[in-house]
């Protein structure tokens, strides 16, 4: 993407903001104020996601029906609390690309990663690897490993990382689907994250599925970083599950609800191995307290327990903002912000910093809205600088700054001025 000389200035990014179809959503968020009365700089939605307002109400009218209805408000709560996760269905399906019976809110992320691992790591005779992405959330690699160690297996033998060429942090498509027929019939599972958490990576997943499936394997995808940052078509690229938090992107509050996604073609195999609670169990007969699990035909056939409702409200009051924008125009302002960030940082900074993002391409979606930078001269030294700016971003040893503009609620204006106290902080050092 291209910007023209005058967008350098805060007028050229006041302008931007203007002609942005989506900028009113800014509106719905509540914006930390710093110290000087003004608000924060904030770049961490990729950490976590701002308040919604609409939350506050949400979940206060969820204490006023708990107050007036005890355990009656399961059935006439103004949202009864029985079905209260079917509210997010819809949503999630959209969120996704899932169809409704595919996509369940439940649980915390790595919960629901076990649950799916249970399902779909089963490794027999040779076939028993498990690919995983190179600079992995470490809690994707503790459950992995100790998926491994549950079925006797060592992880040193089984869990496989992406190799990335010398010298680089991202994998190339080629070098994946290469390792992929590499593992050929050893391979039992391919479990990566979507937009990997250090370089900023978005992984091709229609390929990767196509990839692992000829060669006999499950796919499966740890959107943390993509569900509600990535246009999303989960049913159509044949995946097989894939699980997502929504405190990040999705802005549902510190330790909000999670979500999963099951192909119909697993949820309707009542033979697939799973763990069962009582919440995936037949809604029809459920309350009759039967001994024997009769799976629903859909994702909730993975639930465990009732969902806690005061995270569903946050996340619904969420839910409805990106329902009214829709991911296609959310990602195409997210790739311009992205683009603008890209473009002021390498301008204003010329050998002093490296992106280690892809960038951004029209043909293929190899990134979200988190851009990774590489500082290459006191990064710490920035990072006190951005502190007592308050600035709020993400820094992770030893030289690595994540920065996220997040189309519903970051601006052009933002990114201009980050990008000014980045400039003057660097500002006569040497490459």
Sequence with gaps: MSFQTHHHSLAGAQALDQECKIRSTREDFSLPPSHNGKNQLYFAGHSLGLM???????????????????????????????????FLTPSFAKLVGAKETEVVAMNTLTVNLHLALVSFYQPNGKRR??????????SDKYAVDSQAQFHGLDPADVVVQLKPRAGQMTVSTEDIIAQIEELGDELALVMLGNCNYLSGQCFPFAKIV??????GAKVGFNLAHGAGNLKLELHDWNVDFAVWCSYKYLNSGPGG??????????????????????????????????????????????????????????????????????????????????????WRLLEKNPGLIEIVTPAWSAQSQNRGSMICVKVKTKPQHLLEQLKEKDVILDFREPDILRITPAPLYNTYEDVFHLTEIIHESLKGQKA
């Excluded at 690897?129 to 470490?138: D, G, H, Q, V, Y």
């Excluded at 979500?259 to 697993?266: A, D, I, L, V």
Aim: net charge neutral.
């Design 210 to 215: 196509e990839a692992g499936h000829r060669q």
């Design 52 to 86: 919604p307002k609409k939350a506050r109400t949400y979940i206060e009218e969820e204490l006023q029906d708990w107050e007036r209805f005890g355990v009656e408000g399961h059935f006439h709560a103004r949202h009864p609390w029985l079905p209260y996760h079917e």
């Design 257 to 342: 609800l999670a979500g999963s996604f099951f192909h119909e073609k697993h949820c309707l195999d009542k033979n697939l191995k799973r763990f069962a609670g009582w919440w995936g169990h037949n809604k029809q007969t459920r309350f009759q307290m039967g001994p024997h699990f009769d799976a629903l035909p859909t994702a909730e056939a993975w639930s465990l327990s009732n969902p806690p409702i005061f995270q569903l409200a946050s996340l619904r009051a969420s839910m409805e903002i990106f329902d009214r924008v829709g991911m296609t125009a959310l990602r195409e302002k997210g790739d311009r912000l992205t683009s603008y960030l890209e």
């Design 129 to 138: 690897k498990i690919l995983i992405e190179n600079n992995t959330f470490p």
